[in-house]
Structure formats: C-alpha cells, structure tokens
C-alpha cells in the first residue's frame, strides 16, 4: 500500500506564509509528476502545481504564479508547497497528487495517489 500524507495547513492572515509538505510512503518503486491541487467550497478541485520527478519542469496556475514555489526531495519521497503573500481566495482544501509506480502483488505497476488534504485559511 502507497500512502500520501499532508501537513502544514493552517489559519494565516492575509499577506502571510505557509509550507505545506506530503510524503509518500509504502511499497514505492520510484515516483514521477507530484503535484499539489485545491478546492475551495462549492468549486472544482484545480491544478495548483505541479513538478516532474527531476524538479526540472514546474507549473503553476496562473492564480500562484509568482507567490508560490513547488519543490521535491526525491531521497524522502516528499513534495513541498511554499505559499507566499497568501490572499483570502487562496482559502482552501490542499490535495496531494503523485504519480507513482507501486509494487503491488510482486509486480511493479503505475497508480495515481491522491493525499487526505489539509485545510489552509486565510483570513484576518
């Protein structure tokens, strides 16, 4: 089993920082795109960003972009979201996404995973 685990939500006023981290962990052969989503209440879940295995292609919504830095470290299977100058329609569920080839019954096979989420409010 592949787990996804969350965590550095919280509640932060407007113009203030957060770091959220998701590791990836059980029968893991090696992980591809990792990417971090949200969805605020009565919308769609979207794309926030999103790294390759190697870090060297990121993508950010437009929404993020120049506020928010993804990154990885491959040696702790572990995907990070530094959110800057947060604003309050930054206010929602964070979702981790991972494309990882898993080891299921003795045989190697490509799974999507999605984290549990974790709540980020911004607010004063």
């Known amino acids: 089993q592949v787990q996804l685990v969350e965590s550095g939500g919280g509640l932060v006023q407007p113009g203030g920082s957060l770091r959220l981290s998701c590791a990836a962990s059980g029968s893991i052969f090696s992980i591809n795109a990792m990417g971090w989503y949200r969805q605020a209440p009565g919308k769609q879940r979207e794309l926030v960003a999103a790294?390759?295995?190697?870090?060297?292609?990121?993508d950010y919504a437009d929404s993020v972009k120049g506020r928010f830095t993804i990154s990885r470290d491959n040696a702790k299977n572990t995907v990070y979201l530094q959110m800057n100058s947060l604003k309050p329609e930054d206010t929602a569920v964070y979702y981790c996404n991972a494309d990882i080839r898993a080891i299921v019954a003795g045989i190697a096979r490509n799974y999507n995973y999605w984290g549990q989420g974790t709540q980020v409010t911004v607010s004063s």
């Open positions: 790294i390759t295995s190697g870090s060297s292609t990121k």
